[in-house]
């Protein structure tokens, strides 16, 4: 019967390896889109134009392939979140999947970001089908990276297919293989529904697009359905396979992967990972897995021009539409006006909201160094949380603070151990445990001040380990420590954007880097500024930016009137992102500043 005939499955890959090259090839051989009508990259980001119309993107398209057996499947391919840090967005994708297609370079080898999400399958028990693909390349050595995969992976690469995704070559025993090596999807379509959100998106004539998985039972438009998280009630109005544009159906039932629509008004009711069930005979426990995911991370955005307020109020309006973790509030600083303090996931989620801010809605920004979450407990007797660590009371009024602590679990070749537990020391981490997952990869977990994490771990983690560590954290607590508020002074004034909350262990190190970076970043005025780092009234750290410099124009004697006006316009781009704070014009960096100790 039909649920035999499913094969449910992502391509993993390192960016540029060929992944929606391949892609394109399997919807051309399985006829999904006619050859004639094939743009490049299909699965790729809709241009906007196109996504206000009733094709909005889902991660997943419905595909029937006729194999040599002379039977006829059903393929639904999963596309993991491009940016592959969420890495609980792509845990809940490839929870959609039985299987999964390991697509490497045969140039490049097996590249980190690769590795990431391969342990992340292999977490999810998908059964993995190697592809080693662009042999077409003279450079190709494909016995090498299969080698690689064996040797880093552990999996046995011998029966590896040979690909060009690039002339087609290979791509015909990649869908008999996926036929014969991937499982149908097991599942009961006796049970009560129970079906995986991995993905949701808002569409302005049907509300929020749920893309699920069917894990049990059957859903049928008319039908009430419940999200599980939340207890939320909604008729369905729609249902349906993405192929690529939308088909709809009469129901969508055990192993299926497609869309459901219900009126759902806000993006934030639907969470990934969330369980959908039926009102009138609910699943009796949700899927594994889930996890509410909230900001842990906040920083205050700000226009460059302050009459852009709510320019940048409409543009975080519309992208919260379509991003159930962003929340913001408006936040008023002395130094840079009125702005918002948003939370995010994380720092790669601030900066796509960032980006998309500026690229998307031509806004100009000054965005301060991130922040967690701390609770103050006041003498008072009172307790507050604060986001912004302009706002920790003065120190006599402050009995205790805590902060939010994660326990992190980091994934590395063995190799990589001894580096990654000196920077997890070094951060005031906590040792946990360790655990060999098979003969090349460890999983060490630490419990660590989640401020620590944001402050550079990530990157010195990359980077010590040639990119190959995979990091994954939750919160599970907040807890008492030892932490001050730094103030930064320039030209004498405190500017709050510029203050931070430190461990009293690190203040000295840190106000002395932050100031020597600020020295670098902020660039020479009329008149000379002092710059000083300071706990309380106490000053711990001081530099001086020399007065000015000299005209950029004086450099081109008159003459070459071209190369004048370049000057001029390469100095107003630089200006653009610089606000001036009292006296002082601070560029964008400088609030960065606090985020990069080394
Ligand atoms: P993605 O980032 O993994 O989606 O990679 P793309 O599918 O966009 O491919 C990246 C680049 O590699 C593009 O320029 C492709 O044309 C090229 N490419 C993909 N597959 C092959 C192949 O099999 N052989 C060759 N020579 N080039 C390929
Ligand atoms: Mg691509």
Request: glycine fraction near 6%; charge should be negative.
């Amino acid at each position: 019967e039909r649920q035999k005939h499913i094969r449910n499955f992502s391509i993993v890959a390192h960016i540029d390896h060929g992944k929606s090259t391949l892609a394109d090839r399997i919807l051309e051989l399985t006829d999904t889109i006619a050859k004639r009508d094939m743009q490049a990259q299909v699965l790729d980001d809709m241009p906007l134009e196109r996504e206000r119309g009733i094709t909005i993107k889902l991660n997943a398209v419905e595909l029937h392939y006729k194999a040599k057996d002379g039977e006829t499947y059903i393929f639904h391919l999963i596309d993991t979140p491009g940016h592959v840090d969420f890495s609980y967005e792509v845990s809940r994708s490839l929870a959609a999947c039985e299987g999964a297609l390991l697509l490497v370079d045969a140039a490049q080898g097996v590249e980190a970001q690769t590795l990431a999400n391969v342990y992340l399958a292999l977490d999810d028990d998908l059964e993995i089908v190697p592809i080693i693909n662009k042999v077409d390349l003279p450079s190709a050595q494909p016995e090498v990276v299969k080698e690689e995969i064996e040797e880093m992976i552990g999996l046995d690469a011998s029966d590896a297919i040979l690909t060009s995704a690039k002339t087609g070559l290979g791509v015909p025993e990649v869908l008999e293989r996926i036929v014969s090596d991937i499982p149908a999807p097991s599942g009961d379509l006796d049970k009560p529904l129970k079906a995986l959100i991995f993905d949701s998106v808002y569409d302005s004539y049907r509300g929020v697009v749920l893309a699920v998985r069917i894990e049990d039972g059957i859903v049928q438009v008319g039908d009430t359905i419940e999200l599980m998280s939340n207890k939320k009630r909604y008729e369905v109005t729609e249902v349906g396979v993405m192929s690529p544009k939308a088909v709809q159906k009469d129901y969508l039932m055990v192993g299926d992967v497609g869309y459901i629509t219900a009126a759902i008004k806000t993006i934030q009711d639907t969470r990934v990972g969330d369980t959908v069930t039926l009102a009138d005979n609910p699943a009796d426990k949700p899927l594994d897995g889930f996890r509410q995911i909230t900001p842990m991370v906040y920083s205050g955005l700000f226009p460059v021009d302050n009459a852009k307020f709510n320019d940048l109020r409409e543009a975080l309006e519309k992208l919260q539409l379509n991003d159930a973790a962003l929340e913001f509030e408006p936040e008023t600083s002395q130094a840079l006006g009125f702005g918002f303090r948003v939370g995010f996931l994380g720092l790669l989620h601030m900066d796509v909201v960032q980006e998309r801010l500026e690229r998307d809605f031509d806004l100009d920004l000054i965005m301060t160094a991130p922040s967690v979450d701390y609770q103050v407990d006041k003498t008072d007797g009172t307790t507050i949380t604060i986001d912004n660590p302009a706002e920790l009371p003065d120190s006599s009024e402050v009995k205790e603070i805590r902060e939010p602590y994660v326990k992190a679990s980091i994934m590395v070749p063995n190799d990589y151990v001894g580096p990654v537990m000196e920077i997890a020391q070094r951060k005031r981490g906590e040792f946990v445990t360790m655990d060999y997952l098979d003969k090349y990869r460890v999983n060490v977990i630490y419990n660590l001040p989640l401020s620590e994490i944001i402050y550079d771990f990530f990157d010195q983690l990359k980077s010590s380990t040639k990119g190959y560590a995979s990091l994954d954290y939750e919160v599970t607590g907040y807890r008492a420590s030892d932490l001050v508020k730094m103030d930064i002074l320039l030209n004498g004034d405190p500017v709050d954007a510029l203050s931070s909350i430190v461990h009293k262990d690190f203040a000295y190190d840190r106000g002395r880097a932050i100031v020597a970076k600020l020295k670098e970043t902020i660039p020479r005025q009329q008149f000379e500024v002092p710059i000083q780092a300071a706990i309380g009234t106490k000053i711990i750290a001081r530099s001086t930016v020399k007065a000015y410099r000299k005209n950029v124009l004086a450099k081109c004697y008159g003459g070459d009137i071209t190369r004048k006006r370049k000057l001029l316009e390469k100095q107003k781009a630089g200006k653009k992102r610089m606000k001036a704070v009292g006296s002082v014009e601070v560029p964008q960096k400088a609030f960065m500043s606090i985020l990069k100790m080394n």
